[in-house]
């Protein structure tokens, strides 16, 4: 079965600052990968994903994360954050041609101080 | 807005009852999943349904169980309720069973078990 660590539990950032979310998974064949984004009191919803092709790719609000095959790693990066990017940020990961479930990590809050 | 709908926002039960959530997904999508979500924990996966029929389940125990209706809502029912129940519970629908496609989520039911 497939597992996703994310190592930090709350980030604390200035505006303005980078930010890089670290996400390994654990599984032994091919993923697809996902961020996950929850405002606060609104629904979870997508940010990336990642299926095949260009490690590199880009989700809404200037979100990018990079699929690093050979470290099992699907970090989110933004070059300069602001207030609004204050969330809680999931990674998950599901089985390449799955139609099953997602498996999410535990979360990242982010919190952007103005 | 995502379009999905969950019902009630809020339920408080005492351990040993039974419960019913209900879930109404973006038009158009035919498959549903349902996720609990402890707090300080991301969402993991309960089950899945595709066309009224269970497509695939995750590690929890029969107690919990579901449906899927001609109009693509469903439920989710859990009997025999225990403390570690409390949660937020997660309906999702995507088209195509999920696969290679985003899931919307609703904003969920929280459940306390007393």
């Known amino acids: 079965a497939q597992s996703v660590s994310q190592h930090n539990h709350h980030v604390i950032l200035s505006e303005a600052a980078s930010l890089e979310l670290g996400c390994n998974y654990s599984?032994?064949?091919?993923?697809?990968l996902f961020w996950y984004v929850q405002y606060p009191g609104q629904h979870l919803q997508l940010l990336l994903k990642?299926?095949?092709?260009?490690?590199l790719v880009k989700g809404i609000k200037g979100f990018e994360a990079e699929f690093i095959k050979s470290k099992f790693s699907f970090n989110l990066r933004k070059p300069s954050v602001q207030w609004s990017d204050t969330a809680e940020y999931f990674c998950?990961?599901?089985?390449?041609?799955?139609?099953?479930?997602?498996?999410f990590g535990s979360g990242t809050q982010l919190t952007v101080l103005p | 807005e995502t379009g999905v709908t969950q019902s009630p926002t809020h339920l408080i039960k005492t351990r040993g009852q039974q419960v019913t959530l209900r879930c109404s997904s973006q038009?158009?999508?035919?498959?549903v999943s349902w996720y609990q979500q402890a707090l300080g924990q991301g969402p993991q996966f309960i089950f899945q349904?595709?066309?009224?029929?269970?497509?695939g389940r995750g590690n929890f125990p029969p107690r919990f169980s579901g449906l899927q209706f001609p109009n693509y809502s469903s439920e989710l029912n859990v009997n025999a309720l225990e403390l570690d129940d409390s949660a937020l519970y997660l309906c999702?629908?995507?088209?195509?069973?999920?696969?290679?496609?985003?899931?919307?989520f609703g904003s969920g039911t929280q459940l306390s078990v007393l």
């Open positions: 999702a629908s995507s088209e195509k069973e999920g696969r290679g496609e985003k899931l919307f």
């Open positions: 599984y032994g064949g091919t993923v697809n």
């Open positions: 990642y299926f095949s092709g260009d490690p």
């Open positions: 998950a990961v599901r089985p390449s041609g799955s139609a099953r479930q997602l498996t």
């Open positions: 038009s158009g999508h035919n498959t």
């Open positions: 349904y595709y066309r009224e029929e269970e497509n």
